[in-house]
Nanobody, 122 residues
């Protein structure tokens, strides 16, 4: 059973960088051909995939967030991390990490962390 757990500060000041980590257990983040994603949900809005880091370390980002987003990993800790720079109150959201599993002709977010609330406020 794969488990994911987000960690990081719940309050970030405007213009600062939001940093979150996701610790994975029950499976390796280097296992072919899975990817690992950061997804957020602002209050009253839908889910937004921010980006992914694949089993080989390659990354892909949402075009709308690409200039502010960085996803990295520490394979020794089986963790992957999110950094979102220059945050504003509009970045207030519940942030989730999730595994992306390949399926025939598509993919599925099959395991999720419980989510962590991040509020951007001075």
């Amino acid at each position: 059973q794969v488990q994911l757990q987000e960690s990081g500060p719940g309050l970030v000041k405007p213009s600062q960088t939001l940093s979150l980590s996701c610790t994975v257990s029950g499976g390796s983040i280097t296992t072919s051909y899975y990817a690992w994603s950061w997804i957020r949900q602002p209050p009253g809005k839908g889910l937004e995939c921010m980006g992914v880091i694949a089993y080989d370390g390659s990354t892909s980002y949402s075009p709308s967030l690409k200039s502010r987003t960085s996803i990295s990993r520490d394979t020794s800790k089986n963790q992957f991390s999110l950094q979102l720079s220059s945050v504003t109150p509009e970045d207030t959201a519940v942030y989730y990490c999730a595994r992306v599993a390949p399926r025939v002709g598509t993919y599925e977010y099959d395991y999720w962390g419980q989510g962590t609330q991040v509020t951007v406020s001075s």
